[in-house]
């Protein structure tokens, strides 16, 4: 299969060849979003999003390449476009007493549930350097949330889950960090959790590959052109 150029333009939208032109974090989210790409008249195109019932996120823009780059400089430069894109709600479900991330941010959850392997199977974990230290009750709220979702996991699979508590507290207190970390690339920051959104101009635009080793459940959902 050729690969996909980010250059060629989209006149017949297809959102599975335009995901895979996206490289970087916040491409991938902002194709997670994409719904809907039509042209309308004198240069325009009408863009909409997925987004909650009661918010409806469709937009006439009027990019000056039709590539991926070229449609989101311009939904970046479109004022409405841009204010609906920097406040996304990132919970979706609520499972029990934990919030479920939105499918857009795939990655984010897969990005933490790698950390979490990591901190099991590693030699070395060390924690982030210059990083505000997290209080050891938040270190075990999270290493709590973990394990509830490792539990539900290994209830679906018939597997006996890992137990974070067992972790040796050095080790819990990284994947906190790491943990903390991610969610800040994404431009989930603990202020932003407060008020339950993010920006999408927040996700990291440099990132460009999961790290090595890393088992991406994202790419497995594409499927072959």
Known sequence: MAEY??????????????????????QRVFTSLLLHIAPLPNGYQSIEFKAPAEEHLSFDIKPKSLTLRGIMAA????????????SLPFIGRQLQVDPELRKSLQDLADLVAWEASEAFRAAYYPGIMDME??????????????QREMDREGNRVQRAPAVFSELPWERQVALAER???????????????????????DVSNKITYPPDDYYCRWDKRIPVI
């Open 5 to 26: 150029n980010q250059q060629q333009t989209l006149n017949v939208p297809d959102i599975v060849k335009v995901r895979l032109a996206a490289k970087t974090l916040r």
């Open 75 to 86: 939904c970046k430069a479109d004022k409405h476009c841009r204010r609906a894109l920097s």
């Open 133 to 146: 230290p997290i209080d050891p009750d938040h270190v075990r709220a999270v290493m709590n949330g973990l």
């Open 179 to 201: 943990r903390r970390y991610w969610y800040g690339i994404f431009g989930i920051t603990p202020k932003a959790w407060k008020t339950g959104r993010f920006s999408l101009w």
